[in-house]
């Protein structure tokens, strides 16, 4: 059986040909990818400034103590001097009123 070396050569190089030609499409694949991922627009998230007001409220609600400490120094001084006044017909009111809510009566 006869061997043809020549033959044997044009192999080989049709061969590196379709290697070099799968290459060159892998690459052109990966740069068009590349340019496709570059023209999309990125997720972005924007806040309305009454979200924004909303926010700087909430954490100031939550630093705060609840206590109006303006009014109770009011208070207090008004007790010391003797110039506090109390409503005895509404101060008796809200306390049927909160003896009501506490025990389920109307």
Same mark, same amino acid.
């Given at each position: 059986?006869?061997?043809?070396? $020549?033959?044997? *050569?044009?192999?080989? *190089?049709?061969? !590196?040909? &379709?290697?070099?030609? $799968?290459? #060159?499409?892998?690459? +052109? ?7 496709? !991922?570059? !023209?999309?627009?990125?997720? @972005?998230?924007?806040?309305?400034? #009454? +979200?924004?007001?909303?926010? &700087? ?5 939550? !630093?705060? @103590?609840?206590?109006? #400490?303006? &009014?109770?120094?009011?208070?207090? *001084?008004?007790? @010391? ?5 109390? $409503? ?8 049927? #009123? ?9």
């Amino acid at each position: 059986m006869a061997i043809n070396i $020549n033959n044997l *050569q044009n192999t080989t *190089q049709v061969k !590196n040909d &379709k290697v070099e030609q $799968n290459v #060159q499409r892998q690459q +052109a694949a990966v740069q068009q990818n590349a340019t496709q !991922n570059a !023209n999309q627009k990125q997720d @972005s998230v924007s806040i309305t400034p #009454q +979200a924004q007001q909303f926010s &700087k409220l909430t954490e100031k609600a939550s !630093n705060s @103590s609840g206590i109006d #400490q303006e &009014k109770v120094d009011k208070i207090k *001084q008004a007790i @010391s001097e003797g110039k506090y006044k109390i $409503n005895v017909e509404q101060l008796a009111r809200r306390i049927v #009123q909160f003896e009501s809510e506490l025990f389920g009566k109307k």
